[in-house]
């Protein structure tokens, strides 16, 4: 969500493109390439998730990333899609819409508590409310990518939804720390452990092992 002061901003970009992590390059392997993609749906986007005025976000999304990939040369296995909160819920699905791997904070599964409260996202009636389902049919087909996700059991409206996605690629990261009190704490108290965990998995490439036994290879 954007800042306070950009909330009802009649600016587009200031709503749905909020700057996140801006440092994040400089802590990144390098050559890492960083894309970026504005949810421009509705008034704040809806989570990378079609709705009945765009019912081909999804692709769009999914060819997005794919000729970006094709521009650089980039193996799919080189990915790593990156969110917290609504990104959280765009990475985690098109990870597995995709096959990619992915580094998630407390994705939003369900809106029903949003829907029930104050409708923050301004999605009751345009999106599904939950898209669990979804998730769990995806994870049927998945391959052997790594979806890494932090999450605060305490904090468990979203929490007990993920953790019953049945697939052994996710990977639930607790986290545990006296500053968390409500779903936005989270992303904000592991940035740490979130950059270790993409690093971790871009040094874990197998291209990149290939590239480092020629290496060797050369050096003998």
Do not use: W
């Not at 580094?103 to 009636?125: A, G």
């Not at 996700?149 to 904090?155: A, D, H, N, R, T």
């Amino acid at each position: 969500m954007p800042a306070k002061e950009n909330y009802h901003s009649a600016n587009i970009a200031h709503r749905c493109f909020t700057t996140s992590f801006g440092s994040m390059q400089k802590h990144l392997v390098k050559n890492t390439i960083i894309m970026r993609i504005m949810d421009l749906n509705l008034a704040y986007g809806s989570h990378y998730i079609n709705t009945f005025n765009y019912s081909n976000m999804e692709s769009d999304v999914q060819e997005a990333i794919r000729i970006v990939r094709n521009t650089y040369h980039i193996s799919k296995e080189d990915v790593v899609l990156y969110g917290g909160s609504k990104g959280g819920t765009g990475a985690l699905y098109h990870s597995l819409l995709g096959d990619y791997n992915s580094v998630t904070v407390d994705p939003i599964i369900s809106l029903e508590q949003y829907n029930q409260e104050n409708d923050l996202h301004f999605l009751r009636d345009f999106r599904k409310t939950s898209i669990f389902a979804d998730l769990v049919r995806l994870a049927e087909s998945e391959a052997n990518k790594r979806r890494i996700i932090f999450g605060y059991p305490l904090v468990s409206f979203n929490y007990n939804l993920y953790t019953q996605i049945p697939t052994d690629s996710i990977e639930i990261r607790d986290t545990f720390d006296s500053d968390i009190h409500k779903h936005a704490d989270i992303s904000r108290n592991t940035i740490v452990e979130q950059i270790t965990c993409i690093n971790e998995l871009l040094l874990s490439s197998e291209n990149l092992s290939k590239i480092l036994e020629q290496i060797r290879a050369l050096a003998e």
